[in-house]
């Protein structure tokens, strides 16, 4: 099977639903492969699938993010190229220094209480459904980082539904197939909404502070001490908190029928912190939520033999590099015991994710509490996921919890 044939059958609703059988087929390959254009990406010269190379790649500053033509006569995209997220040095330096400030061991050590009462809450909430079953993702996998985030920003967690349906607006522009018209205008919708709900509460904050992440920002803002402008800070809170939570509801949707498939785990999660934390790099590892990221190439270049020219880009497969069986003996396999190469789950190098330590902390005190409350939790149905090869994960989940 030639790359061609793979990446359409990647590209199919039953590669949506379950790339992984093509993501070997690539792997077979070798661990870069050159491509045809294709209308879902014409830019990209080669696809990159193995450990060593992806992560070489996510580390090395002179492959770059390239802003899509025209973007800047699009809300959504003015958006992405004025973030730290989409853009390279020197402006990503300057917006990630202001940032990193956030995510401190001080303020995720502040967040655990936060965390523990946000997750014994939902539980409680799921503990009262009348026949026991409920929306796992709804009533768990969603609110959990949701509020935590919420909480740690300064929304009001009245906002979060509406929220959601603008975040859900922006994740399907940015699939591998969502660049039609109609999501590039459901996108732009959603990028012009948050701006203008995030510029009134900065407003409101600087009326009213308080002690939540917006409120420092904004006085770090007005007092001239970081090197921001108000249009980046919205840009980036808007990036930030999509980030944020989205990737954490697919790591405890996508694990959660992982975990069911091994009773053993489930059994003694509630009591062994080693294996919590093993249990989400586990689910991380083998369901990323994030299939996909690109790269430019700074120069005519050759990856182990496929040759890429100057500013072509190579779409970097990280779902694929997290199960190469160059790196991980029996890829497809769930070990929470599991040692070797950490997972690119979060990427690598200057992008990697600034909310990578609270989605873990998430995980690590969320799923034993879970189990512990309900370990007779079963899903009643097949889950189907989102669609979406950029973010893959499921987004209804029924589950029984076993009275």
């Given at each position: 099977?030639?790359?061609?044939?793979?990446?359409?059958?990647?590209?199919?609703?039953?590669?949506?639903?379950?790339?992984?059988?093509?993501?070997?087929?690539?792997?077979?390959?070798?661990?870069?492969?050159?491509?045809?254009?294709?209308?879902?990406?014409?830019?990209?010269?080669?696809?990159?699938?193995?450990?060593?190379?992806?992560?070489?790649?996510?580390?090395?500053?002179?492959?770059?993010?390239?802003?899509?033509?025209?973007?800047?006569?699009?809300?959504?995209?003015?958006?992405?190229?004025?973030?730290?997220?989409?853009?390279?040095?020197?402006?990503?330096?300057?917006?990630?220094h202001v940032f990193s400030r956030t995510f401190t061991p001080r303020r995720l050590g502040a967040l655990e209480p936060v965390i523990l009462?946000?997750?014994?809450?939902?539980?409680?909430?799921?503990?009262?459904?009348?026949?026991?079953?409920?929306?796992?993702?709804?009533?768990?996998?969603?609110?959990?980082?949701?509020?935590?985030?919420?909480?740690f920003i300064g929304i009001p967690a009245g906002e979060l539904p509406w929220y959601r349906e603008c975040v859900e607006r922006i994740d399907?522009?940015?699939?591998?197939?969502?660049?039609?018209?109609?999501?590039?205008?459901?996108?732009?919708?959603?990028?012009?909404?948050?701006?203008?709900?995030?510029?009134?509460?900065?407003?409101?904050?600087?009326?009213?502070?308080?002690?939540?992440?917006?409120?420092?920002?904004?006085?770090?803002?007005?007092?001239?001490?970081?090197?921001?402008?108000?249009?980046?800070?919205?840009?980036?809170?808007?990036?930030?908190?999509?980030?944020?939570?989205?990737?954490?509801?697919?790591?405890?949707?996508?694990?959660?029928?992982l975990l069911l498939a091994h009773p053993e785990t489930v059994a003694a999660l509630p009591t062994d912190a080693t294996l919590a934390t093993?249990?989400?790099?586990?689910?991380?590892?083998?369901?990323?939520?994030?299939?996909?990221?690109?790269?430019?190439?700074?120069?005519?270049?050759?990856?182990?033999?496929?040759?890429?020219?100057?500013?072509?880009?190579?779409?970097?497969?990280?779902?694929?590099?997290?199960?190469?069986?160059?790196?991980?003996?029996?890829?497809?396999?769930?070990?929470?015991?599991?040692?070797?190469?950490?997972?690119?789950?979060?990427?690598?190098?200057?992008?990697?994710?600034?909310?990578?330590?609270?989605?873990?902390?998430?995980?690590?005190?969320?799923?034993?509490?879970?189990?512990?409350?309900?370990?007779?939790?079963?899903?009643?149905?097949?889950?189907?996921?989102?669609?979406?090869?950029?973010?893959?994960?499921?987004?209804?989940?029924?589950?029984?919890?076993?009275?």
């Amino acid at each position: 099977m030639d790359v061609e044939e793979i990446l359409t059958g990647l590209y199919s609703e039953q590669g949506r639903q379950d790339p992984y059988p093509w993501y070997a087929q690539l792997h077979r390959l070798g661990p870069v492969s050159a491509v045809p254009a294709r209308p879902e990406h014409p830019t990209v010269a080669a696809v990159a699938v193995g450990y060593d190379l992806v992560d070489g790649l996510l580390r090395a500053a002179e492959w770059t993010k390239q802003p899509p033509p025209g973007w800047e006569e699009q809300e959504i995209l003015r958006t992405f190229q004025t973030s730290m997220m989409f853009i390279n040095p020197p402006d990503h330096t300057r917006m990630r220094h202001v940032f990193s400030r956030t995510f401190t061991p001080r303020r995720l050590g502040a967040l655990e209480p936060v965390i523990l009462r946000v997750v014994d809450e939902l539980l409680d909430r799921m503990a009262d459904a009348g026949d026991g079953v409920v929306d796992f993702v709804a009533d768990f996998a969603y609110p959990i980082p949701a509020l935590v985030m919420a909480e740690f920003i300064g929304i009001p967690a009245g906002e979060l539904p509406w929220y959601r349906e603008c975040v859900e607006r922006i994740d399907e522009f940015l699939d591998v197939a969502g660049k039609t018209p109609q999501r590039l205008a459901a996108a732009n919708a959603a990028a012009r909404d948050l701006g203008v709900f995030y510029r009134e509460l900065l407003g409101h904050r600087r009326r009213v502070p308080g002690d939540d992440l917006l409120s420092g920002l904004v006085e770090a803002l007005d007092s001239g001490e970081v090197e921001l402008t108000e249009e980046e800070l919205i840009s980036n809170l808007i990036v930030l908190f999509n980030a944020s939570f989205v990737t954490t509801v697919y790591m405890f949707s996508n694990g959660l029928p992982l975990l069911l498939a091994h009773p053993e785990t489930v059994a003694a999660l509630p009591t062994d912190a080693t294996l919590a934390t093993g249990c989400v790099d586990e689910v991380l590892r083998l369901a990323s939520p994030v299939h996909f990221l690109a790269r430019a190439a700074p120069a005519d270049t050759a990856l182990d033999g496929v040759p890429v020219a100057k500013d072509a880009n190579v779409l970097i497969m990280i779902g694929a590099a997290n199960r190469d069986p160059a790196r991980f003996p029996a890829p497809d396999t769930f070990d929470p015991t599991r040692s070797g190469p950490a997972s690119l789950a979060f990427g690598a190098g200057l992008h990697f994710c600034l909310g990578a330590a609270v989605s873990r902390l998430e995980g690590r005190l969320a799923l034993p509490r879970l189990f512990a409350r309900f370990p007779a939790l079963a899903v009643t149905e097949t889950p189907t996921y989102s669609g979406s090869l950029f973010l893959r994960g499921i987004d209804k989940l029924l589950v029984s919890t076993g009275g």
